[in-house]
């Protein structure tokens, strides 16, 4: 069966440090997604990407945080600035048309 | 402020028996309902989706939608220890360009032996 792949699965960076975390979403997927989930908390929508631009975003995806589909197959979410608050589990997804998101594994990202 | 709301649990059912998960959410205009279920430390895991009102019946799951009254629910019958988990109801929302799913806080189900 068809998965979304994400790399690293565990990043921990310091504080002030940038963080590429990068996601192979499901080929003939069109959109793509980012959420993340802080411990304990509900799994939050971050940005979705579309025909290779964002199409929307939350309050939560502010300037320290970009997204790229650099070569048709990655799909990378990069965060220049990382702060303590920022430590959570990152999961990518991808869908097709109307059908439910396929969630990749997750990169566990640690602030120290 | 768009809302999917669920008791957080935990709800604890005895092997075997029906374990009943219920949804409600806040715009009437959404139109794809979702049931996840997350392990611990695990990513989400589409286990149903339904569009229309009713029910919508996949091997031990059923998920039912109640459109009018904004509500979903997930049934499992014959539950088994390997479904002790949190179930999370997503709803998708559109928005000015791209639609998006927003997740519940889920509720996290404990099968008993």
């Known amino acids: 069966e068809p998965e979304v792949t994400q790399t690293p699965s565990h990043q921990v960076t310091q504080m002030g440090q940038e963080v590429i975390l990068r996601c192979v979403p499901i080929?003939?997927?069109?959109?793509f997604y980012w959420y993340r989930q802080i411990l304990g908390q509900k799994v939050e929508f971050l940005v979705s990407f579309y025909n290779n631009e964002i199409s929307e975003k939350s309050e939560i995806f502010d300037d320290q945080f970009s997204v790229e589909r650099p070569d048709g197959s990655n799909f990378t979410l990069k965060i220049r600035s990382t702060k303590l608050e920022d430590s959570a589990m990152y999961f990518c997804a991808s869908r097709e048309f109307d059908y439910g998101y396929t969630f990749g594994s997750g990169t566990r990202l640690t602030v120290v | 402020q768009k809302e999917v709301e669920q008791n957080s649990g935990p709800l604890s059912v005895p092997e075997g028996a029906i374990a009943s998960l219920n949804c409600t959410y806040s715009?009437?205009?959404?139109?794809?309902f979702f049931w996840y279920r997350q392990y611990s430390g695990k990513s989400p895991e589409l286990i149903m989706s339904i569009y229309s009102n009713g029910d919508k019946e996949d091997g031990r799951f059923t998920a039912q939608l109640n459109k009018a009254s904004q509500y979903v629910s997930l049934l499992i019958r014959d539950s088994q220890p390997s479904d002790s988990a949190t179930y999370l109801c997503a709803v998708n929302y559109k928005g000015n360009r791209d639609d998006k799913i927003i997740f519940g806080k889920g509720t996290r189900l404990h099968i008993l032996p």
């Open positions: 715009d009437r205009g959404s139109q794809s």
């Open positions: 080929s003939n997927h069109l959109y």
